[in-house]
């Protein structure tokens, strides 16, 4: 079936880079997205990439994608203490109306 | 542009009381969504309309019950909320072309 998994959690030193990585079962998988979830707030879009896609880069934030693998990595440069949160990966799964999330990956921020 | 809006914010129930949470968007989107979310187990889908008119189950939908009331508006109801049904409760709207899914701030509910 269709799955998304991600580790629990993270911990960075500000100003290093964050790599959160997540892998994804539904190889049909048409789009594939990242979510930002801050505190006590509903989930975010951050950055998406086409399955068709290795790569895209949006400010700080570069998504890999490895098909073969079916990985799907965030990294986010410059990490700084607004950028601690909750981390959504998604995908649309085999129904484009529907889009399956991974557990989240809390990403928490050391001075 | 409001974007998606939930009500109540939070909610407390006792065991066996039944409430509706509501949800509206103001996107002009098709289809809409509702998730609860529990510590580690992320987003789970309960149920969504891909349109007007149309509902179906998603992974969790014991225990619910939803209506489409029209475009703008789909509510989520608790017949006899039980306590495993405390939660976080996001509604989400997406976007046709891109399947982006826009999420309303969360309803936290227990069930006690």
């Known amino acids: 079936g269709e799955d998304v998994e991600q580790s629990l959690f993270l911990s960075v030193r500000e100003g290093d880079s964050s790599v959160i990585n997540c892998t994804y079962t539904?190889?049909?998988?048409?789009?594939l997205y990242w979510y930002k979830q801050e505190p006590g707030a509903g989930l975010q879009l951050l950055t998406y990439?086409?399955?068709?896609?290795d790569m895209k880069q949006d400010q700080r934030l570069t998504v890999l994608l490895n098909k073969k693998d079916k990985h799907l990595s965030l990294r986010i440069a410059d990490t700084q203490t607004g950028d601690s949160a909750i981390y959504f990966c998604?995908?649309?799964?085999?129904?484009?109306?529907?889009?399956?999330f991974g557990s989240g990956t809390r990403l928490s921020i050391r001075p | 542009n409001a974007g998606v809006t939930q009500t109540p914010k939070f909610q407390v129930l006792k065991t066996g009381q039944s409430m509706t949470l509501q949800c509206a968007q103001d996107?002009?989107?098709?289809?809409m969504y509702w998730y609860r979310q529990d510590p580690g187990m992320g987003l789970r889908l309960i149920y969504y309309?891909?349109?007007?008119?149309?509902?179906d189950k998603g992974e969790v939908p014991n225990g619910y019950n939803v209506s489409r009331l029209n475009k703008r508006e789909f509510s989520l109801r608790l017949e006899s909320a039980a306590p495993s049904q405390t939660s976080v409760y996001f509604c989400?709207?997406?976007?046709?072309?891109?399947?982006?899914?826009?999420f309303g701030p969360g309803t936290r509910l227990t069930v006690t």
């Open positions: 990439i086409f399955s068709n896609m």
């Open positions: 998604a995908e649309t799964g085999s129904s484009a109306s529907k889009i399956i």
């Open positions: 989400a709207s997406s976007d046709p072309d891109r399947y982006e899914q826009y």
């Open positions: 996107m002009n989107h098709n289809s």
């Open positions: 309309s891909a349109s007007e008119g149309t509902t």
């Open positions: 539904d190889s049909s998988s048409t789009y």
